[in-house]
């Protein structure tokens, strides 16, 4: 857990925050798996391996990579007035 304010938050309610953070992204992966009938582990080596193929160690980074691909797409389809963009 990197930031600071969520780091005090978890000392606070009692618990390691590397062990709290791991419980998260194991919920995380398990309702992944159930929603596409997968194994809460299948799941996890899948995502390692797709961060690994980006050259990244974290899903918060390839969630800001993403959000940072979605910008300049739709500053590439839209307008100044955010209207999309007709060829």
Request: contains cysteine; positive net charge.
């Amino acid at each position: 857990v990197n930031d600071p304010a969520q780091r005090e938050h978890i000392m606070q309610i009692g618990g390691d925050p590397e062990h709290l953070h791991e419980q998260y992204i194991a919920n995380i992966n398990r309702a992944i798996g159930d929603r596409i009938g997968l194994a809460e582990k299948t799941v996890k080596n899948y995502v390692s391996n797709l961060l690994m193929k980006m050259g990244m160690t974290r899903r918060s980074e390839a969630a800001a990579h993403a959000a940072r691909v979605e910008e300049r797409r739709r500053a590439c389809t839209t307008g100044p007035s955010g209207d999309p963009i007709r060829y």
